[in-house]
């Protein structure tokens, strides 16, 4: 296929602006399918997840495709809501181009001005839809002064609308200066003229398009300011630059469910978004060298791919989706996964239609396919000719934001945990599974609540694993404040060879985050030199179980400094008892105290949440750093002990009728308040009372 004939575009919002009924419409317009999917009825193309069908939003990015005059484009449908980002943003590294959907009643939302930056971090062109235009409320100046204002980026209009809310009924076309007038939800309208009461309004907004146009050529803008009029050809070359090098952001309108100015927006995605080699070159490094190596995104230069997102398709099995780079791929190929230095072979090489794939008989620079069955490969990945190696950046990993603690319900659940989980990372990258050596607890990190338990749903459906998520034990520390000095002595005699080992330490606190230091003092021999090591495993022993609430201890100097031995009954054992002895009593002596967790806080909410959020934020002990503005919405950033923020977002959601959002890491550890501490220590003899018990 020729490259120039090849769009990949996303479709990309806040959650809840339409993206999956605009993608719906234009497959539909364009003949790919037969009907309008819809996501409220649970037919559409994209969201087809069960998970997706039960909570009505995008999950994961899905894709299809569609021919418009002639142009191949390939249609990735992203998630808008905060929890699913990660995937959105792996996707936007490969596509060529992005419709950024506003909806035309709440305008620009915290999500469209995140999509939008990550677009422009890409470097991927944006087309902007202002859809919902049928709805009570739709206000299109509004949604274009708000892209402007808060986008920070020129919103120049390619068309304006006909009609207000339910008596919204077409378009008017700036360059063709024509009313598009649509015939009921069929798509099909009639060109006339453009009504008399939006005449002057559509002149000048021409007049802005033109200027627009112009400022993206030297030549045009001179030829403009000299007040010669531009041809049509070169108002579209001027746009198509400007659209491209993201001067400005082009404004559309529409309504998807009622199929009203769709086409003009599948017109401009042909025309002024890029075909894949715009890029010109692709950068990676030599897998042998690791020298840079640049391959030009061209059929003719050897094949070189990225796989970006594997799925677990429930008929062909694990599926790697990826985009061709450079050269062709073929059936009879067994490119080389230069990341895991492994050959792949190839099976049938699949384009993806939403839930189903059609198999296809090769793959041309800039196309977007699947594969089914690699042996090796995984997200992130890059394959290539073995013959001429290179090797992709792997894209960079977002860290999870929330966990919790998952319980399986039964032995076989516990059995098949931890496999089952293992494919769904390689789904998603994003989520995260450990064992804590702490707690013991089976963790489960994400990107939300949302997030983990959409996780939790698709491993009991696909894999038949049942877990229950809970809020984990917190990992507390404790460390000491003062100094001491204690002996450890370890005597026994009851028939045949003793045991005896005999030690004095003295302890004392290290700076925070140093963890610990063993110090040996011994002189003249009063330990011999076999066992001062057995002294310190005795203290590190002791250590991991601290001793006032069972947690591990950091942060401390031990240095052993006398101490006396029995030349035939002292032994590793009896001094490694020694030393567990003597770090006990000498750390219950120096002003043992509890650490607690503090998490480093971004609370992204309306203005007018501010006030509240702060209020609830200081009720969890919570210390503002500061509040900065983020076009209609404010971050709040903060430091919050992370046992009062294990299950915030619902109550972020709570407060902010579901339009917060927040991004949360472990900071550092601080000693616990007294009141906390006291509450921390009784329930931890009372775990480990009952756990004695059993």
């Not at 033109?210 to 001179?222: G, R, Y």
């Not at 190696?389 to 603690?405: K, Q």
């Not at 991004?663 to 921390?680: F, G, N, Q, R, S």
Request: proline share 5%; hydrophobic share 40%.
């Amino acid at each position: 296929m020729d490259i120039q004939q090849i769009r990949n575009v996303g479709i990309i919002a806040h959650g809840g602006a339409g993206k999956t009924t605009l993608a719906e419409a234009l497959l539909f317009n364009a003949k790919a399918v037969d009907r309008m999917g819809k996501v409220d009825d649970g037919s559409s193309n994209f969201d087809y997840d069960p998970e997706e069908i039960r909570r009505k939003i995008t999950i994961s990015t899905s894709f299809h495709h569609y021919t418009w005059n002639k142009v191949e484009v390939t249609l990735a449908d992203t998630p808008g809501y905060i929890n699913f980002e990660a995937d959105t943003r792996a996707c936007l590294r490969l596509l060529d181009g992005a419709v950024l959907a506003v909806n035309a009643v709440s305008g620009v939302e915290v999500q469209t001005e995140k999509m939008w930056n990550l677009a422009r971090a890409a470097d991927v062109p944006v087309i902007a839809f202002i859809s919902k235009m049928d709805r009570e409320r739709a206000d299109f100046a509004k949604a274009v002064e708000e892209i402007a204002d808060i986008l920070k980026v020129p919103a120049v209009p390619v068309n304006l609308p006909i009609g207000r809310e339910a008596q919204f009924t077409g378009v008017v076309d700036l360059f063709r200066m024509k009313a598009m007038v649509y015939k009921g939800e069929t798509g099909e309208f009639a060109l006339q003229d453009i009504p008399p009461g939006l005449a002057a309004e559509a002149g000048k907004a021409r007049e802005k398009l033109i200027e627009s146009c112009a400022e993206s050529d030297d030549a045009l803008i001179e030829k403009f300011l000299e007040g010669t009029e531009l041809t049509d050809d070169e108002i579209r070359t001027g746009f198509r630059a400007g659209v491209r090098a993201m001067r400005f952001l082009p404004v559309l309108c529409g309504s998807a469910i009622r199929n009203i100015g769709i086409q003009p927006l599948m017109d401009l995605v042909n025309f002024a978004l890029p075909d894949p080699s715009y890029r010109g070159e692709v950068k990676g490094t030599n897998p042998k060298t690791k020298a840079e190596e640049k391959r030009a995104i061209s059929d003719k230069a050897p094949f070189s791919a990225q796989v970006f997102k594997t799925l677990a398709d429930p008929y062909a099995g694990k599926l790697s989706i990826f985009k061709v780079y450079s050269g062709t791929l073929t059936p009879d190929m067994s490119p080389l996964n230069s990341t895991k230095d492994a050959a792949e072979r190839i099976g049938q090489i699949l384009r993806m239609e939403g839930k189903k794939q059609k198999a296809v008989g090769s793959a041309s620079a800039g196309e977007i396919v699947a594969v089914a069955k690699f042996k090796e490969t995984s997200t992130g990945d890059t394959l290539c000719d073995p013959k001429a190696p290179i090797r992709f950046p792997l894209p960079e990993a977002m860290d999870p934001v929330i966990s919790f603690a998952v319980r399986p319900k039964t032995r076989n659940d516990e059995d098949k945990l931890g496999v089952s989980l293992a494919r769904m990372i390689e789904e998603d990258p994003t989520l995260r599974f450990r064992k804590d050596a702490q707690t013991n607890e089976f963790i489960l990190a994400g990107m939300g609540e949302t997030h983990l338990e959409v996780a939790v749903e698709k491993l009991k459906r696909q894999y038949g694993v049942e877990v229950e998520l809970r809020t984990p034990k917190i990992a507390y520390f404790e460390t000491i404040k003062g100094k001491s000095e204690a002996q450890g002595k370890h005597k026994k005699q009851s028939g045949g060879r003793g045991q005896y080992g005999d030690c004095w330490i003295k302890i004392e606190p290290l700076p925070r985050g140093n963890g610990f230091e063993y110090v040996d003092a011994i002189v003249g021999g009063s330990i011999p030199r076999q066992y001062i090591p057995a002294v310190e495993k005795g203290v590190v022993d002791r250590m991991s179980k601290g001793v006032i609430a069972g947690y591990p201890m950091i942060d401390v100097r031990v240095t052993v400094f006398d101490g006396t031995f029995h030349t035939v009954d002292s032994s590793e054992m009896a001094f490694k008892i020694a030393g567990s002895l003597a770090f006990k009593k000498a750390a219950a002596a120096a002003k043992p105290v509890l650490l607690e967790p503090i998490a480093e806080m971004e609370v992204i909410v309306p203005e007018e949440n501010v006030g509240d959020i702060i209020g609830d934020l200081n009720g969890r002990r919570g210390r503002v750093m500061g509040v900065d503005a983020l076009g209609k919405s404010q971050i709040v950033r903060c430091q919050v002990p992370l046992a009062e923020v294990l299950r915030y977002s619902s109550d972020l959601r709570s407060i902010t009728s579901g339009r917060g959002q927040f991004t949360m890491k472990l900071d550092h550890y601080e000693e616990a308040p007294a009141v906390i501490a006291e509450k921390v220590i009784a329930e931890s003899k009372k775990e480990i009372g009952e756990e004695e018990e059993e």
